[in-house]
């Protein structure tokens, strides 16, 4: 298997194992006007899950899943060890509630 175990003891470590740079996180709004998310994992780190987060303050945070009107729309395998997670809402709605919407990746062991 390609598969690296964690094998670190705090979050620092488990954001070192999962993803190749703690801000390589990009948003941006296509021409369809939905909202595309970016976030870039490092290939064979299968015990870390990326999950991303939304907010309106930036304090209080939600989780957005399949159900919340986002999905996982597309995986680049990048030539350096890496892939590219790309997000996309199914709507407009999701970006249209509010004038200001906040975005982050949270990391966990799966």
């Not at 021409?31 to 907010?55: M, N």
């Not at 939600?62 to 009107?69: E, I, K, Q, S």
């Amino acid at each position: 298997s390609d598969s690296i175990a964690f094998s670190g003891e705090n979050s620092s470590d488990l954001l070192t194992y999962a993803i190749s740079q703690p801000n390589d996180l990009s948003a941006r709004i296509n021409k369809d006007g939905k909202l595309v998310v970016t976030v870039r994992q490092k290939l064979g780190a299968d015990d870390a899950l990326i999950e991303l987060e939304q907010s309106t303050d930036g304090i209080t945070w939600a989780r957005l899943t399949d159900g919340d009107g986002i999905e996982l729309s597309k995986r680049t395998h990048n030539s350096d060890g890496t892939e590219s997670l790309e997000y996309k809402t199914l709507s407009k709605d999701l970006i249209n509630q509010d004038p200001v919407i906040l975005f982050r990746a949270t990391v966990r062991l799966r």
